[in-house]
């Protein structure tokens, strides 16, 4: 098992910047891949990024790339997923999702979910 806390959202202004924080506990984050999730109230659950184990593979949505960053510490077991020149469009709760084997953009394949952070970014 392992558990996933997320930390970081709030409440920014457009065009401003948060970094959210995922802390992950219960067996070593190295072997797990990671990916972060958005869902607007009345949408669906939308990806965003994912980072391969190691860190050295990372995949954005195209509504995303080139704002975001995702990236990962596994000394200190966290995920990163840095946002910058947010739009009102961004605003979610935002969850972080792991799972040993997948890399991809579908949420239901990920076996371990946060509790999620809400991110609202105002005009």
């Known amino acids: 098992q392992v558990q996933l806390v997320e930390s970081g959202g709030g409440l920014v202004q457009a065009g401003g910047s948060l970094r959210l924080s995922c802390a992950a506990s219960?067996?070593?984050?190295?072997?797990?891949?990671s990916g972060w999730f958005r869902q607007a109230p009345g949408k669906e659950r939308e990806f965003v990024a994912v980072?391969?184990?190691?860190?050295?593979?990372?995949y954005y949505a195209d509504s995303v790339k080139g704002r975001f960053t995702i990236s990962r510490d596994n000394a200190k077991n966290t995920v990163y997923l840095q946002m910058n020149s947010l739009k009102p469009e961004d605003t979610a709760v935002y969850y972080c999702?792991?799972?040993?084997?997948?890399?991809?953009?579908?949420?239901?394949?990920?076996?371990?979910w946060g509790q999620g952070t809400q991110v609202t970014v105002s005009v």
């Open positions: 219960g067996r070593p984050f190295s072997n797990y891949n």
């Open positions: 999702a792991a799972d040993r084997w997948y890399y991809g953009e579908s949420g239901d394949e990920y076996d371990y």
């Open positions: 980072i391969t184990r190691s860190g050295s593979g990372t």
